[in-house]
T-cell receptor, first 111, second 111 residues
Framework: AQTVTQSQPEMSVQEAETVTLSCTYD???????LFWYKQPPSRQMILVIR??????QNATENRFSVNFQKAAKSFSLKISDSQLGDAAMYFC????????FGTGTRLQVFP | NAGVTQTPKFQVLKTGQSMTLQCAQD?????MYWYRQDPGMGLRLIYY???????DKGEVPNGYNVSRLNKREFSLRLESAAPSQTSVYFC??????????FGPGTRLTVL
């Protein structure tokens, strides 16, 4: 079965510091997509970053970057220069048609 | 562009009542999805529609029906609501670049 695991229910970081959120997944497929979504208290699901499995280069979007380790089936999200507005639930998701989500990591940002 | 819209935003039902959640997208996407989100969990796929005229079951379809009315609209119906269907429901559509865009969600409570 295809599963996504986020082993950190909660994380915290100080403003301007860097934090890494972990995600592992299980699949037998070789070509797929991975995503990180942010869900602030408003409940809106916002795409943060995506990675195509066939690309070896790690995706980067401004202060957000991923460490994609295909062989280890690991897909972590690094947030640099954390801001108060980064506080939210973060969900890792696998595939692109029928998304499979992890259980989420709640990120707190302290001033 | 409004993106993905959902109505209503909130709803309270009594056990056994029926209702339809409405979803529309104005991005000309072919694929549309219905997910539910329960406390402490990520989103789980209820039903999806890969194109106008087609629908398919997701991970948790029991107790739900869907209609893909046209390319823009994808509705979710609860024929006889149960307390286990208390959840937040999200509609999404998928672009050709694989990204899923989510609506703002509907918070449904079944008493």
């Amino acid at each position: 079965a295809q599963t996504v695991t986020q082993s950190q229910p909660e994380m915290s970081v100080q403003e301007a510091e860097t934090v890494t959120l972990s995600c592992t997944y299980d699949t037998s497929e070789s070509d797929y997509y991975l995503f990180w979504y942010k869900q602030p208290p408003s409940r809106q699901m916002i795409l943060v970053i995506r990675q195509e499995a066939y690309k070896q280069q790690n995706a980067t979007e401004n202060r957000f970057s991923v460490n994609f380790q295909k062989a280890a089936k690991s897909f972590s999200l690094k947030i640099s220069d954390s801001q108060l507005g980064d506080a939210a639930m973060y969900f890792c998701a696998y595939r692109d048609d029928k998304l499979i989500f992890g259980t989420g990591t709640r990120l707190q940002v302290f001033p | 562009n409004a993106g993905v819209t959902q109505t209503p935003k909130f709803q309270v039902l009594k056990t056994g009542q029926s209702m339809t959640l409405q979803c529309a997208q104005d991005m000309n996407h072919n694929s549309m999805y219905w997910y539910r989100q329960d406390p402490g969990m990520g989103l789980r796929l209820i039903y999806y529609s890969a194109s106008e005229g087609t629908t398919d079951k997701g991970e948790v379809p029991n107790g739900y029906n869907v209609s893909r009315l046209n390319k823009r609209e994808f509705s979710l119906r609860l024929e006889s609501a149960a307390p286990s269907q208390t959840s937040v429901y999200f509609c999404a559509s998928r672009s050709t670049y694989r990204e899923q865009f989510f609506g703002p969600g509907t918070r449904l409570t079944v008493l």
